[in-house]
Nanobody, 125 residues
Framework: QVQLVESGGGLVQAGGSLRLSCAAS????????MGWFRQAPGKEREFVAA????????YYADSVKGRFTISRANAKNTVYLQMNSLKPDDTAVYYC??????????????????WGQGTQVTVSS
């Protein structure tokens, strides 16, 4: 069982920045990718960003491209989501996830095997 622990959420004004972190309890080379998803009240969970662990390839939702940056720290077994120019529409619970399914579609939540507990991000106007 892999545990993912997120941190860094909070309340910020529109235009501000936050950095989310997600630390994984396991340290293996079988991990394919880690991703961030978000879910706003009354909406379905949606893809935000993902990174293929071995080569560092990154993927973003169109709604966050140019504002958010996903990165990883191998030594710390941690993935980050730097969020800049935040908008009220970014308000949601943000979840990190990990997948061991090599070659899967990292934009699809069903491809992920383990999830964190979520961290709230609230952007005020």
């Amino acid at each position: 069982q892999v545990q993912l622990v997120e941190s860094g959420g909070g309340l910020v004004q529109a235009g501000g920045s936050l950095r989310l972190s997600c630390a994984a309890s396991e340290r293996t080379f079988s991990r394919y990718a880690m991703g961030w998803f978000r879910q706003a009240p009354g909406k379905e969970r949606e893809f935000v960003a993902a990174i293929v662990w071995s080569i560092g390839s990154t993927y973003y939702a169109d709604s966050v491209k140019g504002r958010f940056t996903i990165s990883r720290a191998n030594a710390k077994n941690t993935v980050y989501l730097q969020m800049n120019s935040l908008k009220p529409d970014d308000t949601a619970v943000y979840y990190c996830a990990i997948t061991y399914r090599w070659g899967g579609n990292v934009r699809v939540s069903n491809e992920y095997d383990y999830w964190g507990q979520g961290t709230q991000v609230t952007v005020s106007s």
